[in-house]
């Protein structure tokens, strides 16, 4: 009798180790970051711009995309893109990290943009880039 409780014992001590060794093989994750966040498509809903020049987007500044133009914007996770915009040519980027909070497109049209990420969220992203004339924001949910 005490061999087989040995043997028990044995059995599940091996078990145990195998299931251990096979979960510690489970593929892990990089870090969850706001730009590991970023990845993905995006679909704008909001967009906003400073309109009394008080350097930040108030609440009356906000207005939502018209229901007939819909506008994505793709982060690939090769730092590539593209932003499709209905009724217009898609326009092909390049993407990199710049700093802790701030996000640079290169677009293949020569034109480059820096965007400040406000937020982004499993569900939703919020980014703000300052222009020649004021500060606009741009307000995405996960497509």
Same mark, same amino acid.
């Given at each position: 009798?005490?061999?087989?409780?040995?043997?028990?014992?044995?059995?599940?001590?091996?078990?145990?180790?195998?299931?251990?060794?096979?979960?510690?093989?489970?593929?892990?994750?990089? =870090?969850?970051?706001? %730009?590991?966040?970023? #990845?993905?498509?995006?679909?704008? /809903?909001?967009?906003?711009?400073?309109? +009394?020049?008080?350097?930040?987007?108030?609440?009356?500044?906000?207005?939502?995309?018209?229901?007939?133009?819909?506008?994505?914007?793709?982060?690939?996770?090769?730092?590539?893109?593209?932003?499709?915009?209905?009724?217009? =040519?898609?326009?092909? %980027?390049?993407?990199? #990290?710049?700093?802790?909070?701030? /996000?640079?497109?290169?677009?293949?049209? +020569?034109?480059?943009?820096?965007?400040?990420?406000?937020?982004?969220?499993?569900?939703?992203?919020?980014?703000?880039?300052?222009?020649?004339?004021?500060?606009?924001?741009?307000?995405?949910?996960?497509?």
């Amino acid at each position: 009798m005490a061999m087989v409780k040995r043997i028990s014992g044995i059995a599940m001590f091996v078990v145990a180790s195998c299931s251990m060794g096979l979960s510690s093989c489970a593929r892990k994750e990089g =870090p969850n970051t706001p %730009f590991t966040k970023l #990845v993905g498509t995006w679909k704008k /809903v909001q967009f906003a711009t400073d309109d +009394n020049n008080n350097g930040q987007i108030d609440a009356w500044e906000i207005s939502a995309v018209q229901p007939n133009i819909t506008n994505t914007i793709e982060f690939r996770k090769d730092n590539t893109g593209v932003e499709k915009t209905s009724f217009s =040519p898609d326009l092909d %980027f390049k993407w990199s #990290v710049v700093g802790d909070v701030s /996000v640079l497109l290169t677009y293949n049209a +020569n034109d480059t943009l820096l965007y400040r990420l406000v937020s982004v969220t499993s569900s939703t992203l919020e980014m703000t880039t300052r222009g020649n004339i004021s500060l606009a924001g741009y307000y995405y949910d996960r497509q």
